[in-house]
């Protein structure tokens, strides 16, 4: 057992590490990721070499499928208790400072101990890096993430599992897409993510929302802790803090849009710190794109095979296009929502594979052959921006600008869940989770 320390009013404190006891029972949704790996996940980790052998890493991977995050778990417990006081002290808390709370009742003063410590391994200018590269890629990171990065996520029944009895099929694909389009942006606007920014709130708050998620889903008896582990586990969001910077990495590559060496660590380490944030155990944080590497390897290996929920998913975010044009005229929205449906179809072809999109039933278009067909074009220009810095800085400011816009525009008569401290519902209707008694 190992802990870290934080000091409160002069006086420190002790926090419990996550255990990476390996005798610890592994849910049977784990997958060895050398001698039995899920056939989907070998091209999806192509670019980023073996599985990490690590045996402390591999340890905290497996420990970490039953692990939860106590403080954050912590802190809901007490602001369920605390009501409506509970909801305004932490806001009051991450918007003021935890000072402007006299006497903050315990939970709250160690969530908040944890989240305003910034490591000593935070760099702020390589952080900058990696916001920046990350908008210099324009279009592109919306198929990046979209058809790489969610679909890869969709692919594993476990993760898949926990989205659908939150309610990600219940009408809200495109809304849950601008809600994480916020949190993106929100981190790519701060820069550096510093301590009052926008992007460090939207962490903050976005925690705070998986523990509430944990808590109910961990209550709901249709929940299998033994097979699937607990819900929004170590594991899996180690994995989301990767999906964000490898995961989007990898899609790039496929594209024809590669990262300098430089900009791939800032990537990597925006994301760590990001992770840190939001409440990854930092056994799980990789230091360096070399370790992330293989720490993503071992992450998408060990998932289980999709299924039909993994299925709804897909189909779900492949018909996200038609929900954002649903107020136009009625032959217009169909058009138009049929080619978004088809190009997204076919970018997923290319970049998760022919057989990850077959597990997942994705329509096989003639739109698959357009991102090779792009790839020469998409690799001239990356060369530019490259070699050229101020094409690099004027594209990612334009982008940004952008997409504050549509932020802006999709927010302005609602605020995501995150931010008002809504949890879910669990009003899900997962195809391996049967409904619960009455």
């Not at 009501?83 to 000072?99: H, P």
């Not at 990612?396 to 809504?422: D, H, N, Y």
Request: charged share 20%; proline share 7%.
């Amino acid at each position: 057992m190992s802990f870290y320390s934080y000091t409160i009013g002069g006086v420190e404190k002790r926090c419990r590490r996550m255990s990476t006891d390996a005798a610890s029972p592994v849910p049977s949704r784990w997958r060895d990721p050398d001698l039995d790996p899920a056939p989907w996940t070998l091209h999806m980790t192509r670019h980023f070499g073996a599985p990490s052998t690590d045996p402390v890493r591999r340890a905290a991977v497996r420990a970490g499928l039953t692990q939860g995050d106590p403080l954050a778990d912590a802190l809901v417990i007490w602001m369920k208790a605390a009501k409506s006081d509970g909801w305004r002290m932490f806001d009051l808390a991450l918007t003021k400072g935890i000072d402007a709370v006299p006497e903050a009742p315990p939970p709250l003063a160690n969530f908040f101990a944890h989240v305003d410590r910034r490591p000593d391994w935070v760099e702020g200018d390589l952080m900058r890096i990696g916001c920046r590269a990350a908008l210099a890629t324009g279009p592109l990171l919306r198929y990046a993430l979209g058809s790489g990065t969610l679909m890869v996520g969709y692919c594993s029944s476990a993760i898949a599992r926990v989205l659908v009895m939150t309610g990600a099929l219940n009408g809200r694909t495109y809304s849950r897409l601008q809600e994480t389009g916020k949190f993106g942006v929100d981190i790519y606007a701060s820069g550096d993510v510093g301590r009052f920014s926008a992007g460090f709130a939207s962490a903050v708050r976005v925690r705070v929302m998986h523990a509430m998620v944990r808590a109910g889903i961990s209550r709901d008896p249709r929940w299998k802790a033994a097979d699937w582990g607990t819900p929004i586990n170590q594991a899996d969001m180690a994995a989301t803090a990767l999906a964000f910077s490898l995961g989007m990495v990898g899609p790039l590559i496929d594209l024809g849009f590669t990262l300098s060496p430089r900009e791939k660590e800032g990537v990597v380490h925006l994301w760590r710190y990001v992770g840190y944030i939001m409440g990854v155990d930092e056994a799980l944080l990789p230091d360096s794109y070399a370790q992330a590497a293989a720490l993503f390897s071992l992450l998408v290996r060990s998932q289980p095979d999709a299924d039909d929920d993994s299925r709804s998913l897909s189909n779900a975010l492949l018909g996200a296009g038609a929900e954002a044009v649903k107020n136009l005229p009625g032959p217009v929205a169909r058009v138009v929502g049929g080619l978004d449906a088809r190009s997204y179809a076919g970018f997923s072809r290319y970049i998760i594979g022919e057989l990850a999109a077959d597990t997942l039933e994705i329509p096989r278009t003639g739109w698959r052959h357009l991102p090779r067909a792009l790839r020469p074009v998409i690799a001239a220009a990356n060369q530019v921006r490259r070699r050229v810095p101020y094409v690099n800085e004027g594209v990612a400011r334009v982008r940004l600008a952008m997409l504050q816009a549509q932020i802006g525009k999709a927010f302005k008569a609602r605020k995501p869940p995150f931010e008002t401290g809504e949890g879910s519902p669990l009003k899900g209707r997962s195809h391996a989770v049967p409904e619960a008694a009455e």
